[in-house]
């Protein structure tokens, strides 16, 4: 008995302390494979809806390109790409609920989060364009710069803040891409926001799609 107790005396000893830093550590990698291996939606997919998205806005450009005075992009064009963002959204939440079927815990619960946060905040530009329209604003404005800057600069910079508290760097450079997008739009013009609003799109989904993975992801100090 004397001998067993010593044997557990030594193999407590020998034991090495709980470092709170190190389980992080490998927590956070197996988070990483798992967003290799446990993608949302596959990469061709996104470029694809990225095109697409790209399509629509240069059909609003076209459609607006040589108005004077500018009066907005016409009644088809607008149906177009309302159909678009439908198909885009359909896509994209098929993706979704397949990939996270049967999945539960903290990220789906912060994912949800994510999706009202910028849901929120793609209802402001509406709103600011309303107010706009109230204000007597002219359609160059109303119908031109604000709708076409308008949500990549505040959903950008929304999702902006997300990927900074997630150090994600290819969502990072994602929305940055697109802010810069918004930003450029306010300045072309209320056609060439159109155009220049497209190309931001394009630029930040299919380079979110391409760059996206584990290496790309800010470090995290602990």
């Known amino acids: 008995m004397h001998g067993s ?15 709170p830093r190190a ?4 927590l956070a990698d197996a988070g990483r494979e798992a967003r290799r291996e446990f993608s949302l939606t596959p990469p061709l997919i996104t470029v694809g809806m990225a095109a697409i998205i790209l399509g629509a806005y240069v059909a609003m450009w076209l459609s607006t390109k040589g108005q ?10 607008v149906g177009l790409v309302y159909g678009v963002v439908a198909v885009t959204i359909v896509v994209s939440a098929v993706c979704y609920r397949r990939a996270t079927a049967g999945v539960s815990g903290p990220s789906v619960r912060q ?11 793609y209802i402001c530009s509406p709103l600011i ?7 007597g604003a002219g359609d160059a404005v109303v119908y031109g710069v604000i709708p076409a800057a308008g949500p990549l600069i505040i959903v950008g ?5 997300i990927a900074v508290s997630k150090e994600d760097r290819p969502q990072f450079g994602s929305a940055l891409a697109v ?3 918004g930003i450029v739009a ?3 013009g209320p056609s060439g926001a159109w155009l220049a609003a497209g190309v931001g799109l394009f630029t930040g989904v299919a380079g979110f799609a391409l760059t996206s993975g584990p290496r790309n992801r800010l470090p995290r100090r602990l």
């Open 111 to 121: 994912r949800r989060l994510e999706g009202v946060a910028i849901g929120i905040s």
């Open 129 to 135: 364009q309303g107010a706009m329209k109230h204000y």
């Open 157 to 161: 910079t929304t999702i902006l803040g």
């Open 186 to 188: 306010l300045f072309v």
């Open 179 to 181: 802010v810069t997008g």
């Open 68 to 77: 004077h005075p500018y009066t907005g992009p016409s009644p088809g064009v």
């Open 5 to 19: 107790h010593d044997i557990e005396e030594h193999g407590t000893d020998e034991e090495e302390p709980f470092d």
């Open 23 to 26: 389980a992080a550590r490998v």
